[in-house]
């Protein structure tokens, strides 16, 4: 299969490129990056030791683009994504414009050239806060109403809902999937567990929303994209026109996380900084996976004990990494890893 992936050079992306080259040796991958700041080439292996991967740099917006790099393509596996929601929340417009319109771009060439799969990735974010249409919280099902909280969940409500018209439409083989909040190798550092990290390893304070008590389900990326491995290579009979959540049943809050930080690196408790709640944030995130764990079987395997540990060793053995990202001086990254710092 020769599949085109998105997105495939920032965090969850480039993971996945390496979990296929290595485990489907007859499949070709091309991967379609704009590199805003979240993308970086380095994130995936070297373009000339890996004769299966090629790369080009280009906008999924870009309609000639697309259609070009689709030529021989058999799937699409979609991550490309403006993906920070406090980003989103000072300014939305990348976001509708990639999150939105790109999708459109990608499905509109794809019923096109009669692609065979487009899996189409998308977020625990599309249902808001987690409960039964009563109200009661409990862990969100595919079947929920989405009602997104943020300008980012809402463009992901906009991609997600797009690519499932056209399964309805068109017959388009698309498969939606909802994964809960990633950690691991690779993920630029202002998300919440490698911002804690760093500035843990750098004894800067580390910067709690409000109260600290939202939860989220965090699931390694290793379990993410093997999933998302699997999906793409059923029949297509399982899974296309299908919608299935993605989750470890990993439940934490953000002071948790915190404290585990500091407790694994053996940093003070005076680290932990409380800091202005942003709007619109989310009290709990969480996923019921009843349905791909009876329907292919999957359950995720990496605890979020052994998960984090490995993490944290891979922040702290990859000061190259980080210091390239730094170097780039990103406003907002810098802003962001300042956040809990004294006034
Ligand atoms: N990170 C999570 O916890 C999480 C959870 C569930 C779902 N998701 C979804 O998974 C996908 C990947 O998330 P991530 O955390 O790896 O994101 P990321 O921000 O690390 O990477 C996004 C990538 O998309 C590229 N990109 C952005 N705009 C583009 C454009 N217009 N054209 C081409 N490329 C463009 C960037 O350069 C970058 O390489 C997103 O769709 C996101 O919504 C993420």
């Not at 704009?34 to 070297?46: C, D, E, F, R, S």
């Not at 030529?71 to 058999?74: I, L, R, T, V």
């Given at each position: 299969m020769r599949i085109l992936v998105t997105g495939g050079a920032g965090f969850i992306g480039s993971n996945f490129v390496r979990h296929m080259l290595a485990t489907y040796p007859t499949d070709e991958i091309v991967v379609l990056d704009?590199?805003?700041?979240?993308?970086?080439?380095?994130?995936?292996?070297?373009l000339s030791t890996t004769p299966r991967l090629s790369f080009v740099q280009g906008d999924i917006c870009d309609e000639r683009t697309v259609v070009q790099v689709l030529?021989?393509?058999?799937a699409i596996v979609h991550f490309a994504a403006e993906t920070h929601v406090d980003r989103s929340l000072l300014q939305a417009q990348d976001f509708m414009r990639t999150n939105v319109q790109g999708t459109y771009v990608l499905l509109e060439a794809a019923r096109q050239q009669h692609i065979q799969r487009f899996l189409h990735i998308s977020t625990?974010?599309?249902?808001?806060?987690?409960?039964?249409?009563?109200?009661?919280?409990r862990p969100s099902l595919e079947t929920d109403t989405l009602l997104p909280l943020s300008p980012y969940a809402a463009s992901k409500v906009g991609a997600d809902t797009l690519a499932f018209s056209y399964w309805a439409s068109?017959?388009?083989?698309v498969t939606i999937t909802r994964c809960s909040n990633n950690y691991g190798?690779?993920?630029?550092?202002?998300?919440?567990l490698p911002l804690f990290i760093l500035n843990a390893l750098e004894d800067r304070p580390l910067p709690i929303y409000g109260d600290g008590q939202h939860s989220r389900d965090w699931i390694h990326v290793d379990d993410h994209v093997e999933v998302l491995a699997l999906i793409l290579h059923q029949?297509?009979?399982?899974?296309?026109?299908e919608i299935f959540n993605i989750g470890a049943h990993e439940e934490r809050t953000t002071l948790q996380n915190a404290r585990t930080i500091l407790k694994i690196l053996e940093?003070?408790?005076?680290l932990l900084s409380f800091v202005q709640d942003r709007p619109g944030n989310v009290q709990r995130h969480a996923v019921d996976t009843s349905k791909i764990r009876q329907q292919l079987g999957w359950q995720a395997r990496i605890s979020f004990a052994a998960g984090m540990r490995q993490t944290i060793d891979w922040y702290r053995d990859n000061p190259a990494w980080i210091e390239t990202i730094k170097e780039k001086h990103n406003e907002f990254l810098m802003a962001a890893l300042q956040r809990g710092m004294p006034r």
């Open positions: 704009k590199l805003t700041y979240a993308g970086n080439i380095t994130n995936l292996p070297p030529e021989d393509c058999d625990d974010e599309v249902y808001g806060n987690a409960c039964s249409p009563e109200g009661v919280s068109y017959r388009l083989p190798p690779y993920q630029y550092p202002e998300k919440q029949p297509a009979a399982h899974v296309v026109g940093k003070p408790g005076e």
